[in-house]
């Protein structure tokens, strides 16, 4: 029985809350986390708007009977949320569960259910600091799914609610305690502090459970080649052309598609064309090249390509086991945020894929291209093996006698004789006795005499993109630099291919993704190894930039930095902090009593006669001092003076109607207040006769047409 | 504990003051908001969504700042009383004045009293406004911090400091943090005994002279005249209309005790509550003696000794026996 008194003294329902602000602050809480939902896609409009409509309804309704609650709100209100329940379940049973989505979208319906039934019965403040708590939860299942940057516009408007919220129960159970500004500040900033404190201490969050892979269609369609890939004409750009002071080519960086020209010209913009969550930064490959012309790479077809995995998700790729046994893997998720191509990006040795699709196509070289365009609001996964073997492995692979007659055929082969290029690579790889040290040491030739840039000329027809890369202007970007080196390996025998995919954008931490743009599309070599297959080699990297101009190179991020900001919803919250400032301070100054109005009038007209209130001056005294500036010996001012002080202290308020006489008084003697240095014309101010009574005739004219001189003075 | 009959040091006598903040129930708040937090954090680690983390965090430092800030405002939390009455009784209210740098829940302990709030506030309506201050300076009014302090002393004495725990749970009411402080009074407080059942009076007085003299019944306490006002009349006995006519304050002249002053000896038991029975007797009888018209002369016993005085009102009566001391030659219990 003392547990049962305990249970209910517990939820005998506390005193009504009167507090206005703490309701609309937690009713703001509640509806920024509804919104929160609908911009993540877990609500549709209909529900979205309903519910916020809804909320607001509660609230107002809870406030109205708060000191008694309609008995029948209860019962209704468990019953709604036992049917919320029911149909949540109802929605999980009998769905195969693909990724975290298929929960999440039920899951924010039944938060908001209950967030709405909740909002028509909190009367007292342990029920709004529900409300309070349950918007969190609300803001926990839109996080789940937001991906970008601009989700922040809605937490940093659901924290605001959320501090005021939690400020005003202290008000109220306070018994009206308020925070000074200094305050304010001071909370604010140990909130940010501890917050970011807490952010750079935690590691970062790591997916899990198989349930988490998520994988979405978008807005792709079917291609009408299966197979084939949609990267030249049917999907949009990836690039902006070229700046004017280099010389371009209309178009842009069309690599992902059946070619890839290396005599293009043009710079690639920031756009940001996907994000990855992945457990470690890698290269994520497109496609490969093995056939190169002179100045193209493309693919050589080879009959049984590509294979079509017709199993659902997720697809077991074909391939090699890892070559040191089990091993730790890589789980990248990509969201596409652009038309992208079809092919699904992965780093190496990608073992598995969960794709929105029933099937998926796998080329010899290992590239996987999707049935549908990728779209915004794609989504897959991709778990790959972190299978890097060290330097003294691959120098210690056997020769590249022992490589496969397929490769050997097609990735040693170049389209004519490279004279100069192949004495290059013997001069430079003449004291090296394995694959990967000649590779390194044709890397480290390449990085000491090119320069990196991507404003070079054009290439001219016919001429040979490595030939002019590695003995003319020895300027280039990705593509030249890679296709110089791969090259080079082939005149040596060594098979090498041009790999092209995207470099990890800049890693976003508190979106734990890695901002993929337009711009960190690249290539590079792969090489093979004998009991290794190919492994990556990235001779970009470490080619210097021609020009290097550090200033120039802050500018460009500081104003790229700028440009991402999202000013439309920091402006949007500055701008409504500014107002909300604004007008709290125009609420705390303004007159709350008549007296005060009065008073306040009182010291407008002193001031208006160069005479400013001082601290320690009593109303009247101040009165007495306007009179004597006035030249006013019956003492007008200091009538008024009184009778505010009389409201004031004394309770004896004039009539309604009187009051705003009086201060229709003011007004009108205020006017004729001598300035600081304008003269006081003959009559001085004229008297507002009877308190809160002036006789305002117009003025008239007499028989004789002049003025009446029938004044009040 | 009870406000120490006579003066005494209060401070480690009636109350130990614990400087040090400590939490109010801090069992709910804290297993409540780590248990969120830890669910938080399992679902966002494994959930692999950095918003879900960075909301999280942002709730975390919201919920440390709740817990702990209250703790930093009440170590720095300062009261005062600036305003006392003199005088009070056993078991009525007695109301301090009292202000505090930042907002407070005050609980009075010794002696004891409700709860109440001081502090800077919003409600202009439960403040006093400064006389004189009509504007005085802009947008002050309703923003005094100045709130009243109900004591309830259950027992006699004199109060030189009251004992209070002021406790704060600024500025989100997440957790609230207490400390006991000691707080002076602006002047003594001198807490009367409540009225109690008088000792058995005598009769008037009798003629035992004969000769059929009757004794011309004084009426003391009745009017016999008005006078001007001198300081020190109470203003009970202001007579208006002689005021009106005259055009300056006049009291009435009541008609004085004639005959010997009462003694009466009040000796307080060592045992506390035995010594408030006994002194609530004697303020009853002293009150009783005081509306007959009779001379009191009070002998008590005091820290400095005993002491003999004539009582003429219930005030003074109340403060002589709120110094009252138990005699040491007094018997345990009445």
Redesign the interface.
């Known amino acids: 029985m003392r547990i049962f008194d305990a249970v209910k003294r517990a939820n005998r329902p506390g005193p009504a809350e009167h507090s206005i602000t703490l309701r609309v602050a937690c009713a703001g809480a509640v509806v920024t986390g509804i919104a929160a939902c609908r911009a993540e896609g877990e609500l549709s409009w209909n529900v979205a708007g309903g519910s916020i409509a809804l909320v607001v309804v509660g609230m107002v309704l809870a406030y109205r009977t708060r000191e008694r609650p309609l008995p029948w709100i209860k019962p209704i209100l468990a019953l709604s949320a036992v049917a919320a329940f029911i149909w949540f379940f109802r929605q999980l049973t009998g769905q195969t569960l693909y990724d975290v989505s298929t929960v999440e979208d039920p899951l924010a319906v039944l938060f908001v259910w209950v967030q709405v039934a909740h909002a028509f019965d909190v009367p007292a403040r342990r029920d709004l600091a529900f409300s309070l708590a349950g918007s969190a939860s609300l803001m926990a299942v839109a996080a789940a799914q937001a991906i970008d940057l601009t989700f922040g516009f809605y937490v940093v408007v659901w924290l605001a609610c959320g501090l005021a919220g939690l400020v005003a129960m202290w008000s109220s159970a306070s018994e009206g305690g308020r925070l000074r500004p200094r305050g304010v500040i001071a909370t604010l900033s140990a909130v940010v502090v501890t917050g970011t404190v807490v952010l750079a201490l935690l590691p970062a969050p790591h997916v899990a459970g198989k349930i988490d892979f998520p994988s979405a269609a978008g807005s792709g369609t079917q291609l009408p080649d299966p197979g084939g890939l949609a990267g030249d004409a049917k999907v949009a750009q990836l690039a902006k052309a070229g700046t004017p002071a280099g010389a371009t080519r209309v178009g842009g960086f069309l690599g992902f598609s059946n070619r890839l020209d290396t005599a293009l010209r043009g710079g690639l913009g920031a756009t940001v064309v996907m994000r990855v969550r992945a457990d470690r930064p890698s290269y994520w490959i497109g496609e490969t090249f093995d056939r190169w012309d002179g100045a193209n790479w493309s693919v050589t077809p080879t009959p049984h390509s590509p294979q079509r995995l017709n199993e659902n998700s997720p697809f077991i790729l074909p391939g090699p086991a890892p070559i040191a046994g089990p091993t730790q893997t890589d789980l990248q998720t990509f969201y596409i945020v652009q038309p992208s191509p079809n092919l699904v990006f992965h780093a190496d040795d990608a073992h598995e894929v969960w794709f929105p699709t029933h099937d998926l196509f796998v080329s010899d070289d290992d590239s996987i291209v999707s049935p549908i365009g990728l779209g915004p609001g794609a989504i897959y996964t991709v778990q790959s093996y972190v299978d890097t073997p060290s330097p003294d492995q691959l120098r210690s692979a056997p020769s590249a006698d022992a490589v496969p007659a397929s490769i050997d055929e097609r990735d040693t082969k170049i389209p004519h004789p490279y004279p100069r290029a192949e004495a290059l690579a013997e001069s430079v790889t003449a004291r090296d006795g394995n694959t990967y040290d000649k590779v390194e040491s044709l890397i480290a030739w390449i990085a000491k005499h090119t320069r990196y840039s991507t404003d070079i000329p054009p290439l001219a027809p016919g001429q040979d993109t490595v030939d002019e890369f590695l003995f003319g202007n020895r300027t280039g970007f990705c593509e030249q630099i890679s296709t110089a080196l791969a090259v080079m390996l082939r005149s040596i025998g060594i098979p090498a291919r041009e790999a092209v995919g995207y470099v990890p954008g800049p890693y976003n931490p508190i979106t734990d993704l890695y901002d993929v743009q337009a711009s960190d599309a690249h290539a590079w070599v792969q090489v093979w190894f004998p009991g290794y297959g190919w492994q990556s080699f990235d001779p970009t990297a470490v080619v210097p930039l021609a020009n290097p101009s550090p200033g120039a190179t802050l500018v460009h991020d500081a104003t790229g930095a700028l440009k991402r900001l999202p000013w439309i919803p920091i402006g949007i919250v500055v701008t409504t902090a500014s107002v909300l400032t604004v007008g709290a301070r125009w609420r705390r100054r303004r007159p709350r009593t008549w007296a005060d109005k009065a008073a306040r009038s009182i010291e407008a007209a002193g001031r208006r006669a160069g005479r400013r209130r001082r601290p320690d001056e009593t109303l009247t005294e101040y009165a007495t001092a306007i009179d004597e500036l006035a030249g006013d010996p019956s003492g007008t001012w200091r009538a008024l003076a009184g009778v505010v002080e009389a409201s004031a202290y004394g309770g004896r308020h004039p009539m309604p109607g009187d009051d705003r006489q009086i201060l229709a008084s003011m007004r009108a003697l205020r006017d004729e207040l001598p300035r600081p240095g304008v003269l006081v014309g003959v009559g001085g101010i004229r008297r507002a006769g009877a308190l809160g009574r002036r006789r305002s005739s117009p003025p008239t004219r007499g028989t004789d047409g002049n003025p009446s001189t029938d004044g009040d003075g | 504990m009870t406000g120490r009959a006579g003066r005494g040091d209060p401070v480690g006598v009636t109350a130990r003051t614990r400087r040090l903040v400590r939490p109010v129930r801090p069992a709910v708040p804290l297993v409540s908001c780590a248990g969120?937090l830890v669910a938080?954090?399992l679902?966002?680690?494994?959930?692999?969504?950095?918003?879900?983390?960075?909301?999280?965090?942002?709730?975390?430092?919201?919920l440390?700042?709740?817990l702990v800030?209250p703790a930093l405002v009440a170590a720095r939390a300062r009261i005062g009383i600036v305003e006392s009455p003199g005088d009070g009784t056993a078991g009525l209210p007695v109301e301090l004045v009292a202000t505090s740098n930042t907002?407070l829940?005050v609980r009075p302990v010794d002696p004891p009293g409700p709860d109440a709030?001081v502090?800077?506030?919003?409600?202009?309506s439960?403040t006093r406004?400064r006389?004189?201050a009509?504007?005085?300076?802009?947008?002050d009014?309703?923003r005094a911090n100045t709130e009243w302090i109900t004591l309830v002393p259950r027992r006699r004495g004199v109060h030189d400091h009251v004992v209070v725990e002021v406790a704060s749970?600024?500025?989100?009411?997440?957790l609230w943090w207490r400390k006991t402080v000691v707080v002076g009074l602006p002047r003594s407080l001198h807490i009367g005994p409540r009225l109690g059942r008088p000792l058995p009076l005598p009769g008037g007085r009798e003629d035992t002279a004969g000769g059929g003299v009757l004794d011309a019944t004084v009426a003391v306490g009745e009017p016999r005249g008005v006078r001007p006002y001198r300081p020190g009349d109470h203003r009970r006995f202001v007579h208006w209309p002689a005021t009106a006519h005259s055009g300056e304050l006049m009291v009435r002249e009541m008609e004085g005790p004639t005959a010997e002053p009462v003694t009466l000896e009040v000796h307080l038991p060592a045992d506390a509550d035995a010594a408030e029975q006994v002194a609530e007797r004697a303020m009853a009888t002293v009150v009783e003696l005081v509306d007959r018209g009779a001379s009191v002369l009070l002998v008590t016993t005091e820290d400095g000794g005993p002491r003999t005085g004539t009582v003429g009102d219930r005030r003074s009566a109340g403060r002589r026996l709120a110094r009252a001391v138990a005699d040491p030659g007094a018997p345990p219990s009445p």
Do not use: K, M, T, Y
């Open positions: 969120v938080w954090g679902v966002a680690h494994n959930s692999g969504a950095g918003w879900v983390q960075a909301v999280g965090d942002a709730l975390g430092g919201v440390a700042v709740g800030a907002r829940r709030f502090g800077p506030h919003r409600a202009p439960v406004q006389a004189g009509v504007g005085a300076a802009e947008g009014i309703g749970a600024s500025p989100f009411g997440l």
